[in-house]
């Protein structure tokens, strides 16, 4: 099997990626930052404009593991440019809502696109890079994501209003179209005989639809007869799903990798670190608009200091990874990144006062 692509056919592919990652990583992100001026012009309480990107994730979170697993049948290249495809056609759905409802359903079209180009992305990393720079290869993939992170956060919304942010993907979506077409490898599916197994996929989808609904109208203060009864069905369909993922020759959740402890442990950080960025990213904008009195402007450049500070560390944390073990990497990140969300409680007060 030939270790990566060669050059330089190598670098249209890496740009076919990255433009790719940038598309997703922008829409999954400055969406945040326009909540509050979305909830104004659409005339809607901010609790109600949350969805705006709660569908966007609904989406990623339910059909993640499906279109992975589609992509070791059909191969990478396919899932990826039909995400493109799906996500840009759903951007232009964006810029034309003029309404809650038309919004949420444009975006919940988008995150299917972007769930599909995310399930494969690193699985083309992988075949695009030789084996010796795949943790290069990784590192310049985070610097993507925190450049379009803080380019998205002030840059778009300093100039236009928040339709452009959807707008500024038609462009950006086609050349990457065209890129991927041209450079991303075929890698070769290894899975003859082999089928897609769509009950998983359908109990997949429904057991973490379920689950979120259930948590998102326990946040909304639902009354508990409208939560309990989708709670308890998330958690009779996840029973059977696992117990179903379990005799299966290949299965769309490998569940036994759970019982290696070093994985386990993995995903239960992943989710965590995760879960606390994406609390910060959703709620940061409104006390800095609503409670501290910024702009909009302001507040894209607040929260550019995060990705700023991945920009520089993810490059040197993608050469260090080559030479020291990545768990030491990981928890030196994970306690700065511990003590960076700490600190943050004691600087409301600056801020509003500034």
């Excluded at 109600?48 to 593991?65: D, K, P, R």
């Excluded at 990826?80 to 951007?91: D, E, K, P, Q």
């Excluded at 997949?204 to 409208?226: K, M, P």
């Amino acid at each position: 099997m030939q270790d990566g692509i060669p050059l330089p056919r190598r670098y249209g592919a890496i740009a076919a990626i990255a433009l790719g990652v940038s598309l997703s990583v922008l829409d999954g992100t400055i969406a945040n930052v326009a909540l509050p001026t979305i909830a104004g012009d659409l005339r809607i309480s901010p609790a109600s404009s949350i969805w705006v990107v709660n569908a966007y994730q609904l989406a990623i979170v339910v059909s993640l593991l499906a279109l992975s697993s589609l992509g070791d049948l059909i191969g990478y290249r396919k899932i990826y440019l039909g995400g493109l495809i799906v996500f840009t056609l759903a951007s232009l759905g964006c810029v034309l809502s003029r309404s809650l409802a038309e919004l949420t359903v444009a975006r919940t079209v988008q995150g299917f696109g972007a769930a599909a180009v995310s399930s494969v992305n690193t699985a083309l990393i992988r075949v695009i890079y030789p084996r010796r720079y795949l943790g290069r290869g990784m590192g310049i993939n985070a610097l993507v994501v925190a450049v379009s992170a803080a380019a998205g956060a002030a840059g778009v919304l300093s100039v236009a209003p928040w339709p452009w942010l959807f707008a500024v993907n038609l462009p950006l979506g086609l050349l990457a179209i065209l890129l991927g077409r041209r450079f991303l490898p075929r890698n070769p599916v290894e899975a003859h005989g082999r089928k897609f197994d769509w009950t998983s996929a359908v109990m997949n989808a429904w057991t973490f639809g379920l689950l979120i609904a259930s948590i998102e109208g326990y946040a909304h203060g639902l009354d508990a007869r409208h939560i309990v009864p989708g709670a308890v069905a998330a958690l009779v369909l996840g029973y059977f799903f696992v117990r179903r993922q379990l005799h299966r020759p290949y299965p769309l959740l490998p569940v036994d990798l759970f019982r290696i402890p070093i994985f386990s442990m993995s995903i239960v950080t992943s989710v965590c670190s995760f879960t606390a960025q994406m609390l910060a990213m959703v709620s940061l904008p409104f006390f800095l608009q609503s409670a501290c009195g910024r702009s909009e402007v302001d507040t894209g450049l607040l929260l550019t200091a995060w990705p700023v500070a991945i920009i520089f560390v993810a490059p040197l944390a993608g050469l260090l990874v080559e030479r020291v073990h990545a768990g030491v990497l990981g928890g030196i990140g994970l306690f700065v990144f511990s003590v960076g969300l700490f600190s943050l409680a004691f600087l409301p007060e600056e801020i509003a006062t500034d």
